[in-house]
């Protein structure tokens, strides 16, 4: 099993949709919490964190459950400017991230 | 302010040819990282290196090494280049204590013929 996992997708949604992608991770000891975003032929650059709490940032919503180990990101209103795969990412230890293969989204007009 | 920096951007290898990849940061960062990139696969941490000084392996450290030239460089080093290393490399420094927020380079593409 995958230490992160995700639905590769693609999802393919309309301009102003909201678009959930989710991640489950199986080290229990994992520390933190992250969300990249990476357009194509390019570096992944950090989207936001996510806190037990849950948090928001715009259009941007992330959960996390420490119980089920899993993730989730939720986009509101979607842009064409969205378009590109989201990196679900759990540090498990100091100086050790693990990266998901990444949900393709891909937003059209 | 340039962030993280790789040169070069591609290079084209044959088999058994050895090459270093350049990395340079500029936020004075402690933590320095290299990985690849495959289709399907997600990164994997080839090495990094916590501070000036040291190195340790990742999860698919056999066939590189690397040096941490001084704070600011981190080089990765193809001895003898096999066509398994053709990937899209990228470099990375983290953001001291707190959360693990990683700055990647642009990444180089290297092909090995």
Redesign the interface.
Known sequence: RKE?EQD?GPFNVPEGATVAFNCTYSNSASQ?F?WYRQDCR?????LM?VYSSGNEDGRFTAQLNRASQYISLLIRDSKLSDSATY?CVV?VRA???I????TRLQVFP | NAGVTQTPKFQVLKTGQSMTLQCAQDMNHN?MYW?RQDP??????IY?S?SEGTT?KGEVPNGYNVSRLNKREFSLRLESAAPSQTSVY?CAS?TPGG?????????TRLLVL
């Open positions: 992160v590769p933190s992250f390019k570096e992944p650059k950090l964190s990196l540090n100086d050790k991230l990266f998901g293969t990444g | 933590s990985y399907g696969m997600g990164l994997r941490l990094y916590a340790d990228f983290r959360r693990e927020t990683q700055y990647f380079g642009p990444g």
